[in-house]
């Protein structure tokens, strides 16, 4: 860190009028949110790269968004590359294409209107090109260190609302998916790949939940159905403050595994699209989560790895992630 910004950290920190008001962050042009001074910083690295406004902000947020920072130019290439995948014309090793429950339940049309989600994207050059952007890794960076692994790929269809309110996403942890720690040096890169608000189901997020533990996740019982693997937290304070995220093109949210967040109904006539990025520092372990809250995705990922390679093979959850890890920068240490 700069002597400058070492200087202006050191301020921010030992604010003397803590009974002031609060200093506030704004994430979006619309919406802000307050936060209080932490002593020390735990989530994020000294790289020169976020102010010390910034750092603070992610310490007590657990998110912070960078406008502007993927180009039109290369957005409307993955645009142009999802619609060849749907479309058939592209086969990629590994991709998972998913699709709504409610639409999927309808007369399938091979367009991008049949799918909801692509996931895995690693083994296609074009979308995998946005997980090695040198301006994502640079933040990325500021949360993982050095040696970075790019580790769960997705780019999200999310659909016109079908009545059964299926677009939505539940209240989740990401950290739910994922058997590797440590949580801190794990961060989600989301960028907007069209304007992204309330009509059309932003992001929302409640901040400061990357504070607390990891919680019980399940399908909720919405009487319209729940898409695949869409779990969500069994019990979550309803009356927490949240953040509806609405985004421009090319902005990018960087928020952490254990931040509950999910997304509303597409309401709209459009498709809303976005694409991400799990990356986690190359340093990090794996864990066992059996006997654990996250047995169940395990059993469930791990029944789908047998349907797609065959009973046959026996690939473990851990191991199902380590297939798809791929290191975009520095060297590969553990993961």
Known sequence: MSGRAADRLKVVLNHLDRSSSAVRSSFTSAQTVSYHHPRSLRYTLDTDVLSPEQRIAYEENGFILIKNLVSEEDIDRFRAEFERICKG?????????????????????????????LQDFQEDPELFRYCALPQILKYV??????????MHTML?????????????????????YFPFRPSDRIVCAWTAMEKVNRQNGCLVVLPGTH???????????????????????????????RLHVEMEKGDTLFFHPLLIHGSGMNQTQGFRKAISCHYASADCYYIDVNGTSQENISKEVKDIATKKYGADISVSFEETWALRGRLVHGERTSL
């Open 89 to 117: 014309e592209i086969k990629v090793p590994g991709l998972l294409a998913m699709k709504d429950v409610a639409i999927a339940k309808t007369e399938f049309v091979q367009d991008q209107k049949a799918v909801s989600k």
């Open 141 to 150: 960076e500021c949360f993982t260190g050095p040696n970075i692994m790019a």
């Open 156 to 176: 999200i269809n999310k659909p016109p609302d079908a009545g059964k309110k299926t677009s939505r996403h539940p209240m989740h942890q990401d950290l739910h």
């Open 211 to 241: 504070k607390s533990t990891l919680q019980e996740h399940d399908y909720p019982e919405w009487e319209g159905g729940v898409n695949k693997m869409y779990h969500g937290i069994r019990n979550y304070d309803p009356s927490h403050p």
